[in-house]
């Protein structure tokens, strides 16, 4: 029998929030002025080799205002559109456990107490996530919804070093069991496209995420952005951009893979304009979620039909 969730074939974000909160829920993208392990020299100084000059956070509020300005900024313009909605405070710039527990205590406790939030999300890598920020995490977890997104990009530890992640995969495997011992939400990110991944490889990805107990997804598309360490892999011809029906293909097959419970956060990144390299058709995001939704129908593809 055919699965859906709503009018998607997948078990989108959206339907997501809409069910547990019965309204539209917003995510306010918020750069609490971190650093990251990765970036500083701790780990290494280069990043990941994708990561752009605002920590993967390009579209999140100004570093230089507090949480709760860069929050009613964002509120007001989103308010000009949608009338009513409640709101996901989302740490999304660089590293958002990467800091002395009584400040990020204080920084997401601004966020919480904004009106209208009913939840928190907070983005992070593995290796991050030391005992007494699980117990914060936990503490917070009791108070409302919370959920944390670890950027793993790809289950192969060849890539990973090809694009700098910084950590390996049992790194990954730890974070991910002390999370959920604590009944934390767990979203991970995978990037479709890395220099050096064949489609099977993507794949492998894809199948060890539905394997383990994850409660949500982000799809990536690999862009190549402006003064990013990437520029250089792609000058080398390390690998080259997917083409739109390659992308739109891999992600059908992957919401197949996953199982029915995983929430599908993301189908697709943005960059912003002026800083994209390319591939230059990710630019048209709305088309390409049309085009994902038209190939599910038309293969008769659901979230689980290959799981
Ligand atoms: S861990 Fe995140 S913030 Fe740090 S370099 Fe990688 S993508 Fe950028």
């Given at each position: 029998?055919?699965?859906?969730?709503?009018?998607?074939r997948?078990?989108?974000?959206?339907?997501?929030?809409?069910?547990?909160?019965?309204?539209k829920?917003?995510?306010?993208?918020?750069?609490?002025?971190?650093?990251?392990?990765?970036?500083?020299?701790?780990?290494s100084?280069?990043?990941?080799?994708f990561?752009?000059?605002?920590?993967?956070?390009?579209?999140?509020?100004?570093?230089?205002?507090?949480?709760?300005?860069?929050?009613?900024?964002?509120?007001?313009?989103m308010?000009?559109?949608?009338?009513?909605?409640?709101?996901?405070?989302?740490?999304?710039a660089?590293?958002?456990?990467?800091?002395?527990?009584?400040?990020?205590?204080?920084?997401?406790?601004?966020?919480?107490?904004?009106?209208?939030?009913?939840?928190?999300?907070?983005a992070?890598?593995?290796?991050?996530?030391e005992?007494?920020?699980?117990?914060?995490?936990?503490?917070?977890?009791?108070?409302?919804?919370?959920?944390?997104?670890?950027?793993?990009?790809?289950?192969?530890?060849?890539?990973?070093?090809?694009?700098?992640?910084?950590?390996k995969?049992?790194?990954?495997?730890?974070?991910?069991?002390?999370?959920?011992?604590?009944?934390?939400?767990?979203?991970?990110?995978?990037?479709?496209?890395?220099?050096?991944?064949?489609?099977?490889?993507?794949?492998?990805?894809?199948?060890?995420?539905?394997?383990?107990?994850?409660?949500?997804?982000?799809?990536?598309?690999?862009?190549?952005?402006?003064?990013?360490?990437?520029?250089?892999?792609?000058?080398?011809?390390?690998f080259?951009f997917?083409?739109?029906?390659?992308?739109?293909?891999i992600?059908?097959?992957?919401?197949?893979?996953?199982?029915?419970d995983?929430?599908?956060?993301?189908?697709?990144?943005?960059?912003?304009?002026?800083?994209?390299?390319?591939?230059k058709?990710?630019?048209?995001?709305?088309?390409?979620?049309?085009?994902?939704?038209?190939?599910?129908?038309?293969?008769?593809?659901?979230?689980?039909?290959?799981?």
């Amino acid at each position: 029998m055919i699965k859906k969730w709503g009018d998607k074939r997948y078990y989108s974000l959206n339907y997501f929030l809409r069910e547990k909160y019965g309204s539209k829920v917003f995510k306010i993208s918020l750069d609490a002025g971190f650093s990251c392990p990765n970036r500083d020299g701790k780990i290494s100084s280069g990043g990941c080799v994708f990561c752009s000059e605002r920590g993967s956070g390009d579209f999140a509020g100004d570093r230089e205002y507090s949480i709760t300005e860069q929050f009613k900024d964002i509120k007001f313009i989103m308010k000009k559109k949608w009338k009513e909605g409640k709101y996901i405070a989302y740490f999304q710039a660089y590293t958002n456990t990467y800091a002395p527990i009584d400040i990020l205590r204080e920084k997401y406790e601004e966020a919480l107490s904004q009106e209208g939030v009913v939840g928190i999300a907070i983005a992070t890598r593995p290796d991050c996530l030391e005992e007494e920020v699980l117990d914060l995490l936990e503490e917070l977890s009791k108070k409302t919804y919370l959920w944390v997104e670890l950027g793993l990009q790809t289950v192969n530890d060849k890539t990973a070093r090809i694009i700098n992640r910084g950590y390996k995969l049992e790194i990954f495997e730890e974070a991910l069991k002390n999370l959920r011992k604590r009944n934390i939400d767990v979203v991970v990110h995978s990037i479709f496209g890395l220099p050096g991944e064949k489609e099977e490889d993507m794949f492998n990805t894809i199948k060890y995420l539905a394997a383990n107990d994850i409660q949500g997804v982000k799809f990536h598309l690999l862009h190549l952005m402006k003064g990013t360490p990437l520029v250089k892999l792609y000058e080398e011809g390390k690998f080259e951009f997917l083409e739109e029906d390659q992308y739109v293909k891999i992600i059908c097959k992957a919401i197949g893979l996953l199982r029915e419970d995983i929430v599908v956060h993301r189908l697709t990144g943005d960059s912003p304009r002026n800083l994209l390299i390319g591939p230059k058709w990710s630019l048209k995001k709305w088309e390409i979620l049309n085009s994902i939704d038209k190939t599910l129908e038309e293969k008769n593809i659901y979230q689980g039909l290959y799981y």
